[in-house]
T-cell receptor
Framework: DSGVTQTPKHLITATGQRVTLRCSPRSGDLSVYWYQQSLDQGLQFLIH???????AKGNILERFSAQQFPDLHSELNLSSLELGDSALYFC??????????????FGEGSWLTVV | KNQVEQSPQSLIILEGKNCTLQ??????????LRWYKQDTGRGPVSLTIMTFSENTKSNGRYTATLDADTKQSSLHITASQLSDSASYIC??????????????WGLGTSLAVNP
């Protein structure tokens, strides 16, 4: 158990809909990262938040948005869903804001299926 | 262009045997190199993190090596077990200190350990 909690574990929704994925980082970690992993693909970095502020943005679509709240949990909002958005979405956390030698701990992921 | 390439793409070995996975990177400036293990449908789990000055690091039956001159790393697994069946991902941290650092993810080597 990494200590990073993601909900829901599985989600099936229709095209055009909107969903919210939730992440609670490890106790004490200030950084939250979101990644997308499509079937048989590598992890694609979406976005990084540190202590409530956006730190870095990767290949995140304009239909997607995220935020980190004062209690440090984070939400990833996916809207106008398309079939190609079906993937495993991972949240990860680390203690520091910048990527140095810190270990990044991953949650178990949220499986999103768009039908 | 920052890239991380892993080989082989997939590997099948018998239980009890050793194996070595390769990672070549073209990343500058280099900060550190990480190896992750990802079970199917699960979140990646950190195995090792190595900085420029470290050329070997072990974690149980896993031993990672780093040659910063040739920009190559390897992950050696000793006395493989069925539970070692997973994808092994090489990740290189690139950039200068602070917010400019980013993680470059390889596509992974899929290892199957058969009885």
């Amino acid at each position: 158990d990494s200590g990073v909690t993601q909900t829901p574990k599985h989600l099936i929704t229709a095209t055009g809909q909107r969903v919210t994925l939730r992440c609670s980082p490890r106790s004490g970690d200030l950084s939250v990262y979101w990644y997308q992993q499509s079937l048989d693909q590598g992890l694609q970095f979406l976005i990084h938040y540190y202590n409530g502020e956006e730190r870095a943005k990767g290949n995140i679509l304009e239909r997607f948005s995220a935020q980190q709240f004062p209690d440090l949990h984070s939400e990833l909002n996916l809207s106008s869903l398309e079939l190609g958005d079906s993937a495993l979405y991972f949240c990860a956390s680390s203690a520091m804001g910048a990527i140095s030698g810190n270990t990044i701990y991953f949650g178990e992921g949220s499986w999103l299926t768009v039908v | 262009k920052n890239q991380v390439e892993q080989s082989p793409q997939s590997l099948i070995i018998l239980e009890g045997k050793n194996c070595t996975l390769q990672c070549n990177y073209t990343v500058s400036p280099f900060s550190n190199l990480r190896w992750y293990k990802q079970d199917t449908g699960r979140g990646p789990v950190s195995l090792t993190i190595m900085t420029f000055s470290e050329n070997t690091k072990s974690n149980g039956r896993y031993t990672a090596t780093l040659d910063a001159d040739t920009k190559q790393s390897s992950l050696h697994i000793t006395a493989s077990q069925l539970s070692d069946s997973a994808s092994y991902i090489c990740v290189v941290s690139a950039g200068n200190a602070g917010n400019n650092r980013k993680l470059i993810w390889g596509l992974g080597t899929s290892l199957a350990v058969n009885p």
